[in-house]
């Protein structure tokens, strides 16, 4: 059964830094490309990085490009997302996405997502 | 980047009634165009993938067709399980993006 679990999320000051994790399971981790996905209280969703399965390709969404940065530990079978320079608009719920076997296809599983505040 | 621009925004139908939802793209995008359901309180759910392939799992009710700029997701014979809202997504060029989302309300 396939397992994404985010943890890490919580409340920040803005310029604030906060580094979010997705443990996976139930599947070969290192096989697999995986992204993160944003979605704002009430809005909809929101792309904002993708690392390939040997972590050597990432991609930022340019709203926050320069300020996030995707990684992933194959020992851990965890992809994290390091946030920092914080914004008030940065306030969402945080998903971990899988990415379905080869380049950037579909994302075939969810993880039921983290939740970051940014306030002062 | 390429948006996505779904229609309508929100819908409010009947048990057992046919539901149509549309996804335009900007620009050509073949087939990479992909559905998502999310109820309220849960992650985003795959429905359909490359425009018409139903994902494990999903109801027989659920297809997807269109090509190019126009996409379209029907649910045939309406369920109460079936209230969500519906996203689709583009995977053939960078930065993959969502449409805005179309809101199925049962009456």
């Known amino acids: 059964q396939v397992q994404l679990v985010e943890s890490g999320g919580g409340v920040v000051q803005p310029g604030g830094s906060l580094r979010l994790s997705c443990a996976a399971s139930?599947?070969?981790?290192?096989?697999?490309?995986m992204h993160w996905v944003r979605q704002a209280p009430g809005k909809g969703l929101q792309w904002v990085a993708f690392i390939s399965y040997e972590g050597s390709n990432k991609y930022y969404a340019d709203s926050v490009k320069g300020r996030f940065s995707i990684s992933r530990d194959s020992s851990e079978s965890t992809v994290y997302l390091e946030m920092t320079s914080l914004r008030v608009e940065d306030t969402a719920v945080y998903y971990c996405?899988?990415?379905?076997?080869?380049?950037?296809?579909?994302?075939?599983?969810w993880g039921q997502g983290a939740l970051v505040t940014v306030s002062s | 980047e390429i948006v996505l621009t779904q229609s309508p925004d929100f819908q409010s139908v009947t048990p057992k009634e046919k539901v149509t939802i549309t996804c335009r793209a900007s620009q050509n995008i073949g087939n990479s165009l992909h559905w998502y359901q999310q109820k309220p309180g849960q992650s985003p759910k795959l429905l359909i993938k490359?425009?018409?392939q139903t994902f494990s799992g999903v109801p027989s009710r659920f297809s997807g067709s269109g090509s190019g700029t126009d996409f379209t997701l029907t649910i045939n014979s309406l369920e109460a399980e079936d209230a969500a809202t519906y996203y689709c997504h583009q995977s053939g060029r960078l930065p993959v993006t969502f449409g805005q989302g179309t809101k199925v309300e049962i009456k």
């Open positions: 490359y425009v018409f």
């Open positions: 996405a899988r990415n379905a076997p080869g380049q950037i296809h579909y994302l075939d599983w």
């Open positions: 139930g599947f070969t981790f290192t096989n697999y490309a």
